[in-house]
């Protein structure tokens, strides 16, 4: 089975400081991932996924097989940053359709 | 256009009783999600609906949840005889649905507390 496991619950940076969410995942099959981003009093909304290779906001994540891992990273931290991050895992279903499996999150917060 | 809509936005019950939440999905999104976010838990898949075929249902905790989707659009999320434990932000995504990684668009969601 799938599984998608992000290590920090909470995660505080000071601004201008790098940021890095740890995000590890298990599947059998050829992964796909996300990050998704919950911004306070907002709706939860994609951010990047692997496939695309880009960078929003300031943010990139590699996708490494040999570690299963995904992490998010910025160079330089800003205060709007500060959110609720889900690493999900695009799979196919037993019943043939694609679901996303997402970690538990994590809040990154940043120090003015 | 209009995003993914969640009725009501907050809902508080009475242990035991029943509860309907209703998702509006964006027009045209042929494939559609129910979540529940518990705090410390993370993001919970319930079921997914795509098109006309059978609901994955793997992920409902209990036979007391039920979800329907009704002439491929509007879909609403039953929880019978509700528990304290049930008391969670229940999400609805949709996505265009098809071959490949498509992006989920999440609603509102709905705030339930169960007295």
């Known amino acids: 089975a799938q599984r998608v496991t992000q290590p920090e619950k909470l995660l505080s940076v000071f601004k201008g400081a790098p940021v890095e969410l740890k995000c590890n995942y298990s599947?059998?099959?050829?992964?796909?991932l996300f990050w998704y981003v919950q911004y306070s009093r907002q709706r939860l909304q994609l951010l990047l996924r692997?496939?695309s290779r880009e960078s929003i906001k300031g943010f990139t994540a590699d996708l490494n097989k040999g570690e299963t891992s995904f992490h998010l990273k910025k160079p330089f931290a800003q205060e709007e940053d500060s959110a609720m991050y889900y690493c999900a895992l695009a799979s196919i279903s037993n019943f043939g359709n694609e679901k996303l499996t997402f970690g538990t999150g994590t809040r990154l917060t940043i120090i003015p | 256009g209009a995003g993914v809509s969640q009725s009501p936005s907050n809902k508080v019950t009475e242990k035991g009783k029943d509860v309907e939440l209703r998702c509006d999905p964006i027009s045209g999104h042929t494939a559609l999600y129910w979540y529940r976010q518990s705090l410390g838990q993370g993001l919970e898949f319930l079921i997914y609906f795509q098109g006309n075929s059978a609901p994955d249902k793997s992920g409902l905790p209990s036979d007391r949840f039920s979800a329907e989707r009704t002439g491929g659009s509007v879909s609403t999320l039953t929880i019978q005889r509700t528990q304290q434990e049930d008391s969670a932000v229940y999400l609805c995504a949709s996505s265009l649905g098809g071959a490949g990684s498509n992006e989920q668009y999440f609603g509102p969601g709905t705030r339930l507390t169960v007295t």
């Open positions: 599947y059998s099959g050829s992964p796909e």
């Open positions: 692997h496939i």
